[in-house]
């Protein structure tokens, strides 16, 4: 007898003694590793959707996981008979923004000056020698996100994209939001949650269509806790107040000038160039991190006139408003609900997932399905049509209460079914609050209403899909007119492109930070007020209008 395995999808019959990994390479499909299956490397981490019975008790490499997670060339076939469904940290083709759209920086010319250029047959890295060759000179810009990562591979002397990766982030095993990853890394000391982002990346780029040794630098956007713990930097003063990366405290100290960062590639474990440079952007200020300042790049904030704001909406959504003459930043803690965390049918944006979704007057519930398969779960997208939809025709109230004492909510038919409960909705209610009240409070202390802005940038994956009406109706997004609203898409790793292909726009962002106001919302007294507010589903007004009508 044998079990009966589900390896991302695809089916096997698993006997007694095999490891996970095996039974995976029997597939086809592969598992990052550095240690040939040793459990020394920690890379080959698997998560257990169903079956953990089957496998063998956890062994002592197995020891940094929790929950639902395996190292899977220590994890076993125990049984005789039974089920397993499992999968890799890359689940299938996920759909992450990788690119972005309607940036003013599309619009304007700027010249590419990148730091590696090319002499004759010398390759000069800041006019330093490093190689020689007639190839082309390739360069990655890679966005680092608590939930997704985005990889883009360009050409540095023409500014072509010539390929690009995305997927989920790897680490989710040390938790889902930015205060667990740091706990985890706190206390595994091994640097697990770093190398096991390596192998990943390592796999993305020895799948592009170039040779690997023909990249010489990589431009690293993300947030303040995910590019520190990428170069292998401590993270635990970010969990701790006032939540400084050691960065900023060794720039407040006199140690350092800046809070970018620069690394030889070999040292961070990437199959590149063995003298090619990582350069992590500048910070701004505290959870305010790289990702932010590229989003300030992409939007050429340096050189705008006009009173913008720019939001991505995530685990730790970041928003900025200002212009040329000033900037104010804030970061909101809003935890992963968004991005199908904690909820009980919520899903990244892979095949079967809702991403659209209405429901008529008799109650019929019509949804669009990632895919076009059976539906699965709801990603973000489908959790705001549908708490817009539950809104809008009064089977919820603002408070997030089902009319009637109503129980689960079927989304969807099915094996299991798909259902939506007032639980899911409180976690989503409180990651609202959070978004809500540090809009409310940006634009507070910068002492403007929102009718003020001439343009709200939505970045991110999850902004670009968001339907805005639905966004405005259940506030998650300011009630302005929709027209001064733009979906950008993944404005981070455009950043990170501008700056790896422009030193003088990497130098214009070095200044720039320097001179933006960090909001701190956690210290602001008006925070759990604004917070209790943002939880109900009702648009989003001025904060000003009560004092200042």
Same mark, same amino acid.
């Given at each position: ?43 080959? !981490? ?58 003013? !920086?599309?619009?304007?010319?700027? *010249? ?73 890394? /706190? ?71 800046? /809070? ?244 003088? *726009? ?7 930070? *320097? ?16 917070? !209790? ?17």
């Amino acid at each position: 007898m044998s079990v009966a395995l589900n390896f991302n999808g695809l089916s096997c019959e698993a006997d007694v003694g095999n490891s996970l990994f095996t039974c995976a390479e029997s597939l086809g499909i592969p598992v990052p590793t550095s240690c040939n299956k040793q459990g020394k490397c920690k890379e080959c !981490v698997v998560e257990v959707a169903e079956g953990m019975e089957c496998l063998s008790q956890r062994s002592p490499p197995e020891a940094h996981l929790k929950g639902a997670f395996r190292l899977s060339c220590c994890a076993r076939i125990a049984a005789e008979a039974g089920a397993i469904r499992c999968h890799t940290m890359r689940r299938g083709t996920m759909r992450i923004e990788s690119h972005a759209f309607e940036l003013p !920086v599309h619009g304007k010319a700027w *010249k590419i000056d990148p730091a590696v250029r090319r002499e004759g047959e010398r390759i000069l890295l800041d006019g330093v020698e490093i190689d020689r060759g007639t190839g082309p000179l390739h360069g990655l810009a890679i966005d680092l996100g608590t939930t997704t990562i985005v990889v883009r591979l360009l050409n540095l002397e023409t500014g072509v994209v010539v390929a690009d990766s995305s997927f989920e982030n790897p680490q989710r095993f040390g938790g889902s939001d930015i205060m667990a990853r740091i706990q985890y890394d /706190t206390e595994d000391r091994t640097k697990t949650l770093q190398r096991t982002l390596a192998g990943y990346l390592s796999r993305a780029i020895q799948e592009f269509p170039v040779d690997p040794r023909s990249i010489y630098e990589v431009v690293i956007a993300g947030n303040s806790t995910m590019r520190d713990m990428f170069f292998k930097l401590s993270v635990y003063s970010i969990g701790q107040s006032p939540y400084q990366s050691i960065t900023e405290l060794e720039v407040a100290s006199g140690a350092r000038t800046t /809070t970018s960062l620069s690394e030889q590639a070999r040292r961070l474990s990437l199959p590149i160039h063995p003298k090619a440079r990582v350069y992590g952007l500048p910070i701004i200020s505290g959870h305010v991190g790289a990702d932010a300042a590229a989003c300030m790049l992409a939007i050429d904030l340096a050189n705008e006139e006009r009173v913008v704001a720019v939001m991505d909406i995530g685990t730790n959504t970041e928003l900025i408003v200002g212009n040329k003459h000033r900037v104010l930043a804030a970061s909101c803690p809003a935890g992963p609900a968004f991005e199908g965390g904690e909820i009980r049918f919520g899903m990244p944006g892979l095949p079967g997932a809702i991403e659209k979704l209405a429901i008529d007057a008799e109650g019929t519930v019509t949804t669009t399905v990632i895919g076009d398969g059976p539906a699965e779960g709801l990603c973000g997208s489908g959790l705001v049509d549908l708490l817009s939809e539950l809104l809008r025709t009064g089977r919820m109230n603002a408070l997030g209460r089902f009319e009637g004492g109503a129980g689960d909510f079927t989304v969807a038919a099915g094996d299991p079914p798909v259902t939506f409960s007032e639980a899911d909705v409180n976690a989503l209610a409180q990651a609202k609050g959070a978004n809500v009240a540090g809009l409310q409070i940006a634009f507070k202390e910068y002492g403007i209403r929102y009718q003020d802005l001439e343009v709200f940038y939505l970045a991110g994956g999850f902004g670009r899909h968001l339907n805005i009406e639905s966004s405005k109706r259940i506030g998650l997004i300011p009630n302005i007119p929709a027209e001064r609203i733009v979906q950008v898409g993944n404005a981070s790793v455009e950043g990170a492109c501008i700056a790896l292909l422009s030193c003088a *726009k990497r130098a214009e962002l070095e200044a720039l930070v *320097k001179r933006v106001t960090h909001c701190r919302l956690e210290t602001h007294e008006g925070f759990f007020d604004y917070f !209790v507010e943002g939880c109900q589903f009702a648009p989003v007004e001025n904060a000003l209008e009560a004092t200042n009508p």
